[in-house]
Structure formats: C-alpha cells, structure tokens
C-alpha cells in the first residue's frame, strides 16, 4: 500500500481477475474496489459469476490469474497462519445458511468462537445470547436447532454466526432468497441497521432488486465477463446496456423502484 486516501478508503482491491471452468471464461480481467464502510450490492445475469466472485475473494477458489487485496494484504502471498487471522476479521452468510444441523443455534455461533479463542463456557454463552439479539432473533432461540426454525429464523441465525467474532466485513450471498416480501424487507432493515451501529463494510451479492434500493450505497453489475458498472443505484438505472435496462427497466424493477424505497438519503 501507498498510504493514499484512496488506498486507506479501499477495504477489497480486486485486479485482473481470471476465472474460467475449463474452457469457460466466468471472469476476464474484472477489477473492483469495495469502499470501507459501504454496502455494495452484487447483481448480474445467470451464470454471470456472482457467487464466483465471493468465493474467489473469501478464499474458497483460486481464481486463474489476477490478484485479491483485503485490508491491503495480498490473499495469494499470506501464509497458513496469516490467512487463518485475516480470516477473523470476516463473517460470511451463505445463500443456503449452512448451519450446522446437529447443533442449537447458540452451539453454531460458539463455534467460530471456540476455533479462534480459548474462553470460558459462561463467556462463550453471554456472547451467544448477545449475537442471537443482535440478529433481531428471540432468546429462546439460541436452545432450537435449525429444523425447527422458519427460513427467516434460520437466515437470522446464520447472520448471528455470522457475526460470531465481530467481522470487519460480511459477506452475504443472497440473504433474501427464499424470504417472502415482509421477512426479505425486515432483513434488509437488519442489515442496513448492523452496518451503520457497528460500522462494517458488506459484500451483498442479490439478485432482489427490493434489496438493491432499501440497502445499497453501490451497486456493481456483473455482465460480459467482467464488471460493467460500479456506482449508485440512480447511475447503474441509466448505464447503457441491454442486461442493465432490461433488470432494471422491466416491471419488476419498476415496481421496486415506485415503492420510494430508494438508496439511502446520505449514501
């Protein structure tokens, strides 16, 4: 790093990023900055890469060629032990939960917890029950397995594991899939709410354009192999292209954009 403001703003530096599955290219030379502090909402078309793109940046896949900075540190060249505390400062939602069946919500949050410290099991149980409130969840649901949980709760849930070790940045990979309008609207509330009290920066790839305008200071569209456009939402709604115009132009997006939702007044 330079020490520039523009660096010092940058939280995720993507450069040159290649992936392809055999002899189909998903990525050819995307770039992307993620501002600290920012909700920056992922969308494309099918098969655009979205769920890629986070994996390639949380470490899941190595991508081709290009490189990843997070918090100014290239993710190829960090060791073992480096990589495991970077991986601290990160809380990660994917789209299905992935909870831990066999185990009570509360015994799911303790997990991240029991890997990265050594703390007793009172401490352990006061900072559960601290993320299952912090998730918008009932106490009582820290003693419930995810099965008995509605998918709302069950997404919660993983947002209060989620938020285990209190994250630099989430990652969240279609958090309102699955949700009915009443359930995806509150999440997104909690989401826009948890970034501001604790100051997190998200990576939110979605394709519920009710979320892009409640929640999103940014949007970036994935499209032609690489990123098309990164901007506020009332800039990406003009982006010349035919993909953007039709998401964002068509009924659905209409409908969500007559709602008033809009982006936040002080993105």
């Known amino acids: ?18 992936n392809s599955f055999g002899d189909h290219v998903v990525h050819d030379g995307l770039d992307l900055d993620v501002k600290r502090g920012e909700i920056l909402g992922v969308v494309g078309g099918s098969g655009s890469g979205k769920s890629v793109l986070l994996r390639s940046i949380i470490g899941l896949r190595k991508p081709q060629a290009g490189t990843i900075e997070i918090n100014g540190y290239d993710q190829s060249t960090m060791t073992n032990d480096q990589m495991q505390a970077a991986r601290r400062e990160w809380g990660v939602l994917f789209q ?17 917890l029991r890997e990265y410290f050594h703390m007793s099991a009172d401490l352990m149980d006061d900072l559960a ?79 519920d354009l009710d979320t892009l ?29 035919p993909w953007v115009q039709e998401y964002f132009g068509g009924p659905r997006g209409r409908a969500a954009a007559s709602l008033g939702s809009g982006p936040p007044k002080d993105c």
């Open 213 to 241: 305008y409640r929640v999103c200071d940014r949007v970036a569209v994935l499209g032609d192999k690489k990123l098309l456009i990164v901007a506020p939402l009332e800039d990406v709604t003009k982006f010349d292209h």
């Open 1 to 18: 790093m330079d020490g520039s403001l523009s660096d010092l703003n940058t939280i995720i530096k993507v450069r040159g990023l290649v």
């Open 96 to 112: 299905d939960g992935a909870l831990f069946s066999a185990l009570t919500v509360a015994q799911n949050i303790k997990v991240p």
């Open 129 to 207: 029950r601290s993320k299952v409130t912090m998730a918008g969840l009932p106490l009582d649901a820290a003693c419930k397995f995810p099965a008995d949980l509605s998918g709302g709760m069950r997404k919660r849930a993983a947002l209060a594991r989620a938020l285990a070790l209190d994250p630099e940045i989430l990652f969240l990979d279609e958090p309102t899939a699955g949700l009915d309008p009443i359930g995806a609207a509150a999440f997104d509330g909690l989401i826009k709410d948890l970034t501001k009290s604790l100051g997190i920066t998200v990576f939110l790839v979605t394709h």
